[in-house]
């Protein structure tokens, strides 16, 4: 693993769905096996140069997501390596059996991409926010869990994952994201990524939540807090040693997802404090609620997903470590 830092943070120019179509179009040149699935989002989605390029290898089932599984499912058992997606309340949620079942329970080999991620889903609503898809998949055995941060993250990541073997679970930016990591930046699933170092206070966080954990660690430096900032950009499997060496090292734990705060990213770095060292955990997320519709920075700030939440949550814990 090789992650180097932005130079800048900027809002990358290219959309994240775009660079998906052109990572699976670069696979898919070298791999015949690499087949796409489709719930009839193929534009939403940016995968219309896909389905040009390789209609043979393009499968719209239509607005049938559970049946979309079974088939990629399906197209697995033949040898085929399938990457299926949807926005990710139906690629989750709606698909769950078919995912515990035909791809866990089989042992067989497939890709989910799960689009617009908790708030991001801003305008589609409340019905399109997955607030709860990684909770959700987090209790299927052996599944993976990952969401990249940035256009470079997610081109490693997709490619990563075409080489291996087993059932995996994407959570896609659909838009464009905040460029975190420099090009040539690699990543190894499973390891936490440390994007700041820091003494007093760990705030773990993934997706848009890592951009604001940076903000908030720019405002605590302000006020005297050295914070440490981890991208746990792999959920499943956590990185169980990052976690004890920060709790051991910091003393104090924050956690930052745009997920609700139930069985997420907070739930599992609990899990694993609880079990190996006791150090104060505070939790940043959608606190047990669900979605709505407006944009995205509105819906932040309704649900407490901001740099401001996470400086809040910072305090608490460090005046807990007394």
Do not use: W
Request: proline share 4%; hydrophobic share 45%.
């Amino acid at each position: 693993m090789s992650a180097i830092l932005a130079k800048q943070r900027v809002k990358e120019e290219q959309e994240m769905r775009n660079v998906y179509c052109q990572c699976l179009l670069e696979l898919a040149g070298k791999d015949p096996r690499v087949v796409v699935l489709d719930a009839d989002l193929m534009s939403s989605m940016g995968m219309v140069p896909f389905g040009k390029a390789y209609p043979a290898r393009t499968f719209n089932v239509g607005i049938q997501e559970a049946n979309m599984i079974g088939v990629a499912a399906g197209l697995s058992a033949t040898g085929k390596i399938p990457f299926a997606h949807s926005f990710a309340p139906f690629a989750s949620r709606r698909c769950f059996d078919q995912i515990f079942l035909s791809c866990g329970y089989a042992n067989l080999n497939v890709r989910i991409i799960g689009s617009d991620p908790g708030v991001t889903a801003a305008f589609n609503g409340g019905t399109h926010m997955p607030i709860e898809d990684l909770g959700i998949l987090r209790t299927v055995p052996n599944i993976t869990l990952l969401e990249p941060t940035d256009s470079i993250m997610l081109r490693d990541l997709v490619k990563q994952t075409a080489g291996l073997y087993g059932v995996y679970y994407i959570r896609l930016l659909r838009k464009n994201a905040i460029r975190i990591y420099e090009e040539g930046s690699t990543f190894e699933i499973g390891k936490a990524v440390e994007v700041k170092d820091g003494s007093d206070v760990t705030i773990i966080a993934t997706g848009i939540m890592v951009e604001e954990a940076l903000k908030a660690a720019n405002i605590l430096a302000i006020e005297g807090i050295n914070a440490r900032v981890l991208n746990m950009f792999t959920l499943k499997p956590i990185d169980k040693a990052a976690i004890i060496r920060a709790a051991q090292e910091t003393g104090a734990i924050v956690t930052a997802e745009n997920h609700n705060i139930i069985n997420g990213l907070g739930s599992a770095v609990a899990e694993v404090i609880a079990e190996n060292v006791l150090v104060p955990l505070e939790r940043v997320g959608v606190n047990d609620h669900f979605g709505e519709v407006g944009p995205q920075n509105y819906l932040q700030e309704k649900f407490g997903l901001t740099a401001v939440n996470i400086v809040d949550k910072v305090k608490k814990a460090v005046a807990r470590k007394l």
